[in-house]
Nanobody, 120 residues
């Protein structure tokens, strides 16, 4: 079992930035960020293969969000810039024991999530 813990999040005005962090309790090959807004399906916004550095972003966040490894193999951050009201959602981190699966495929271990709210 792998525990996943997110930190960061909060409220910001449109155009602002936030940084989320995610730590898994042991080394993992894939870490990804998802979000889900009320009444909407969960969406994978960013994923990173820890070993190769491969990354993937949803079209909705390309050029605004960056997923990075933070030193330790089991820690990643999500830098979110130029945030807009439509980015408001519960953001959850997932860890997977092999290379990142497809965006809609099952990811093995999940954190509890952290709320991001963008409003003026």
């Amino acid at each position: 079992q792998v525990q996943v813990v997110e930190s960061g999040g909060g409220s910001v005005q449109p155009g602002g930035s936030l940084r989320l962090s995610c730590a898994a309790s042991r080394d993992t090959l894939c870490m990804a960020w998802f979000r889900q807004a009320p009444g909407m399906e969960r969406e994978r916004v960013a994923a990173r293969n820890i070993g190769s550095g491969w990354t993937h972003y949803a079209e909705s966040v390309k050029g605004r969000f960056t997923i990075s490894q933070e030193g330790a193999q089991n820690t990643v951050s999500l830098q979110m810039d130029n945030l807009q009201p439509e980015d408001t959602a519960l953001y959850s981190c997932a860890a997977h024991p092999s290379s990142c699966p497809g965006a809609t495929a099952t990811h093995r271990f999940w954190g509890q999530g952290t709320q991001v709210t963008v409003s003026s």
